[in-house]
């Protein structure tokens, strides 16, 4: 099982580069795409569940031309948005029992099962028959994760799924991603660090519509093993250590002083010591990297 | 601060693209319609004959208040949009924390949305004016240009229901925060306002429904519905207290609306909503534990099949079906058609007052508005928000990432549509049948209903749909979409002004189909499905279009969704598209072709020009010596089945001349024909298009001589759907119109002015004066015959009953066909009718005179009161008029499709199944006349009064017939039922006689010289000639009428004119009383009679002493409408009157007219205490009169005896005076 994307590059009617000669190969399992705001991921992820055309590149997955034969990928796709609304006035179950016809379930007997399963899965057995436009914003999320679930997807793609949700509902839904991402290829886009890093086995750093890097996250913190240090400064010299120094993340400490983690592979001075390297700080790095990049 | 609010608004929508496209659909479509009006398109369609000015005043603001109408639908954008779209950005709560006080920004929102709808309202102005100095525009339509005509439609009506609109939809905007709504409400209004209009058609009280109407249409009709030709022409908008009070009123409605915005609204950010089902307000407490565990899902199969697919767009239809039926606008539109629909058959159904019975196709032809417009309403406006309503809940992305094709999810929406649609026509259903259970009615059926309804209606408003889709995918904003929907569905009506006649050139139209109880359908349906399966076929190509243009996922430009819609365009879609647009094409060629080269089809200009082509070919043979027919007999041959017909007809033609005749005319028509004229002939000109043909005879025709002449005459065969023939499977009419006539017949020249002159014909009357020594040499009815002899025998079907004038000799069924012979054994018109169908007969007699009436199984309801109106005429008029020439009387059904009318041929009456039939009379009903009865007699009376009396074709000719008809019925009428039924017939006359003025094409006669006007002959004529019998005497009436009915009854040319028939009269008359003959005949006088005050005071002896103010005035107009005050010496009254800006003034007054007081019997019925004739000769007078019973009220002229446009100001109840002091007063 295998998603293959080449040079994929997509330009906005107002100037927007939005995706810059994308290519990546993704296999089974969790695929993270990390990023900033505005980083391209949700035109990456539009892009493959075939709701936006690219200017050019490729685009395959398992043996279907996704830009070509939209229709393939759709049967075997689960798609979940960044945002999404739903028809007021109809309850969860009503709902599914509508996405589980137009996904192609013809079968009554299979439609309530796979929708019953579905909303035991999400937890939202009890609260079947209410009105998802009352919902809260966890078990909308969670009714988002249902309806993807209805045509036993291959390829999974959750937009920024996390944003907004309360810890124990972040980690329930995870969970369930995980779950899934056993056997599928889950893409999965988010600007926090954490979500990767609890359950990724793969990852993508992405900025200005490009793809900056792309490893495990293991290989990621591995590569940057005794490269970053760690010092603790007051507040007004941090910008005098940022001139010096390749500071990538600073951090207010309780006592209102700040820790700063530099990225050096030689120690800066001995003012610093030496940091477990953490995704976070992969993240940082790859970033400023390619603003340097940017930059020069 | 209000000010940079205002501004900000006014930039914010001068920058907007959507604002210029209002502008412009409306300059254009103003420019075009006045252009049109003002006949920019008569050099390709037809000439517009008319009189009336279309840049008049009254025509201006008429026009002006039209567009309005269409700017209603887009204050939800504008007004409603300004407040809408801080909601829908969710700016408002970043805006509302801003420090402006709540006045500055809803009155700055609101008046920044009124003034720019008022200025898309003057680019509408401005594209009227374009159109009316548009080069090419007929001069002879158009007035002097007046800047103040536009500037007082805005300021008494278009502002101000502006304001009125605009404030509503802003607040329902406001509280809802949802422009559909805004919308819906705009849609409800303008149904309740025409609601209110149906509603107050009926109401005597005109000041009450002209206050009620929002629009102040009614207020300004209270004014001018009346108004002469001259009036609409030359006067300026009327605005009186009337419509200041309504302006008042109604704008005062909309700011206190807005005042209760103000007062309501407050900056928190909760819309205000509003649910049928409350919900339960139980908070959902969510479960956090529970973490992990294996998902196991259960294996499903998809299956993406054609069928499947189309099962699911089924089933999820179910969906959007329910959201437009839950949906408030749904519910709110439908319950107000159909409340309308139910006012309408309320209201259309009566006929003097008297219900009809609501047979079931009177239950679907009523709601016809409902159909036409309310459906397509519906269907245009949830078409588009179907289509959006994915994007529009945010939910698009979940669905179009699934496999569903587009074609499937457009379909569930069509299908959403469908099932919409049948909703709304189920509701018709249930609207008859609720009807039908109400008054008592219980022939239901049910097969009609459906068969109507889901077997005709359904498919042209399902072709609506497939269109509605197609528009609504194209456009991203929906109310581009609605509007062009809207002006697309209204403006197809109008192409043929501009030249576009056939149905196949012009969207989703086409023949129509027609019902009725006796014929079903008739040869209708054919026709009727083959154009809507033209127009399907359009249909699907164009939703193959919707299809491939379906917006799925998020298209960045133009390009992009090309280039989508060309991969969506797969060959299947292809083949489907390719099939149906060819499809399409061969059907529209093959209508072409039959209507246009297989057959003759003439637009309107090609008609006109054949019209003027026959005069000028002709008309110079108009006075030549022909003969004239004295013997008619025909066979005639009618196949129901087969809708054919054969005729073999002999005419005996006598040179009635003093010059010897060589060569003869036949005027004919288009069916297959042969002419032989006995000995030997010679055809010396044939016209196949214009079917004019000149024979010579060998032998000349020596004055006194007769010659036969026959002819046979049969029908092209009929297509499946083209109809070569008149006959009908049930309910064959027929008359002698199909056979050939001898001579040239001046009745088919071209008689609009504005034609003639464009053909380069002279300008002709209509008809001739009636001292034409040339025009009296024959009747109104035929040129080429006086009296005839008459003998027919007539073949139909074995189930069927055929009847023509005469009596029945023989019948007889032969080589299974039934044979009729009839012969009419004295002198008739050349003027019989052939009838054929399955009968049922009522027989009676009156004396030795027999009565038949032949009906349709089923229709007998009224089939005793027409006997009884038979009789009771008979008895009357062999009475007072002459005998009856004939020994029998026969009415015959006849089904509606040929007709909603009565005629009167000798001894045989067809009488349409649409009057008459299905009256539900009611004897208790005061109000409601027994049309049945009076119908019956006016038709009666046409045996003498056209039968025995015939005048000649020139002007006033009719006063005898039509005008002697109605009144000869209406004495029957007040023989029967008693005077009362005479006020609510007199009343409906003088309303028919005014409003028919007010839309006169030409000139507006005196009743001595009208020519055929319906409204002066029967109207007019009724009134005049029953004032005239109550000032001079009914006995005296008659016996001037019997004695000139001796003199003239079948006489032989030169006939008998108006201006004898009135010498008659003339002589009855006495001296002080033959002012009358002048102003009810010769002139057109009307009378302007009114109550200043009316009281009454309790005198010792305790009777009462009735003081009554009335003023009197007498007015002429010329044939324009012109008023006149002035008598021929010149002289006149005047009366100046405090607090009026002009004088009253009157034609010198020696006139006597009713003064008349009135009480309550018992039972609270009005009853009079006094009624005389005063002699009056002031404009104001005031008259004691003594009573002995309590008055309640007085009045002049009470009963509107005479012309007054304004008859209710005639009479008022009385107010009791005190005795009181003199210093008191």
Known sequence: ?????????????NGVKALDNVTVDITSGMFGLLGPNGAGKSTLMRTIATLQAPDSGTAVFNDINILEDKISLRKTLGYLPQSFGVYPKMSAEDLLLYFARLKGITEKKEREQIVQTALEITNLWEVRKKSVKGYSGGMKQRFGIAQLLLNSPKLIIVDEPTAGLDPAERNRFLNVLREIGTNN?????????????????DMAIMNGGKILGHHTPAEGIERLN??????NIQREELEENEAKFNVISSNFNQDNSLNIRVHSETQPDESFSLGTPELEDVYFVTLHKDSEIVAA | MFYSIYLFELRYWFRKPLFYVYCGIMFFLSTLIMATAAGIFEGITASINSVTIVNSAIAINALLNEMNVIIFFLLPSIIGGT??????????????????KKWEYLLAKFLSGLSITIIVMFFAAIGIMFGSILPGTNPDLLGPFVLMNYVQSFIYYLVPNLIFYGAIVFAVVTFTRNVSVGFITVLALIIIQSFAGVLTQDVDNKILSAMLDPFGAQANGFYTEYWTIYERNENPLPFGEIILYNRLLWTGIGLFIFGFVYRTFSFDQEAFSFSFFKKDGRAITKKNFGSIMAIKLPKVNLDFSFVENFKTAWIISNTDFKYIIKSWGFIIITILGLLLSLATIAVGAEIYGTDTLPVTWQMLEFPGLFFGLFINLLTFLYAGLLIHRSRTDKIDQLVHSTAMPSWAILLSKFFALIKMQAVLLIGIMLLGMGIQIFNGYFKFEI????FELFGIKLINVLIWGLFALFVHSFFKNFYIGFFLLLVISIGIT??????????????????GTAYSDMNGYGSSLGPYYLYKVYWLLLGIALYVFSIIFFRRGVPDSIKERLDEASKAFSPLLKTIFSICLIGFLAMGSWIYYVNNIANENLSSKEREKQIADWEKNYGKFQNIAQPRIVDVKVDLDIFPNSRDFEARGKYILVNKTAVAIDSIHIDHNNYLSSFDFGNSFELVLEDDSMNYDIYRLDNALQPGDSLLFSFEISNKPNGIFRNNSPIRKNGTFINNSLFPRIGYNSAGELSGEESREKYGLPPKERMASPTDSMALKNTYIAYDADWINFETTISTSPEQIAIAPGYLQKDWVEDGRRYFHYKMDSKMLNFYSFISAKFEVAKDSWNDIAIEVYYHEGHKFNVDRMIKGVKRSLDYYTDEFSPYQHKQVRIIEFPRTGGGFAQSFANTIPYSEAIGFIAEVDEENEDGVDYPFSITAHEVAHQWWAHQVIGANAQGATLMSESMSEYSSLKVLEKEYGGDKMRIFLKDAL??????????????KALIYNENQQYIHYNKGSLVLYALSDYIGEDKMNAALSKYIDAVAFQNPPYTTSLEFLSYLDEATPDSLKYLLEDMFRTITLYDNSVKDATFEVQEDSTFDVKLDFYTAKYRTDEEGKRKYSD???DSLSLEIEGRRRPIESLPLSDWIDVGVFGQDEDGKEKVLYLKKHKISEIENSISIVVNEKPTSAGIDPYNKLIDTDSNDNKRSLKEEKKTDVSDR
Do not use: A
Not at chain 1, 1 to 13: A, D, P, V
Not at chain 1, 185 to 201: A, W
Not at chain 2, 83 to 100: A, G, L, Q, W
Not at chain 2, 494 to 511: A, D, T
């Open chain 1, 185 to 201: 290829i889950v893409i999965f886009s988010t600007h926090i660090v954490d979500d990767v890093k609890e359950l990724c086995t």
């Open chain 2, 991 to 1004: 309303d028919r006689y005014l409003s028919g003025r007010s839309v006169e094409t030409r000139k507006e």
């Open chain 1, 226 to 231: 005794n490269q970053i240090w760690t010092k």
């Open chain 1, 1 to 13: 099982m295998e998603l293959s994307l080449s040079n994929i590059s997509k330009t906005y009617k």
């Open chain 2, 447 to 450: 097969g009609q209903y459906l």
């Open chain 2, 83 to 100: 407040i809408f779209k801080d909601f829908d950005n969710e700016m408002h709560s970043v805006t509302f924390s801003y420090p402006f």
């Open chain 2, 1128 to 1130: 021929v010496n010149g």
């Open chain 2, 494 to 511: 109008f192409l043929s002004q501009i030249g576009i006649e056939q149905s196949i050139f012009k969207f989703n139209q086409g023949p």
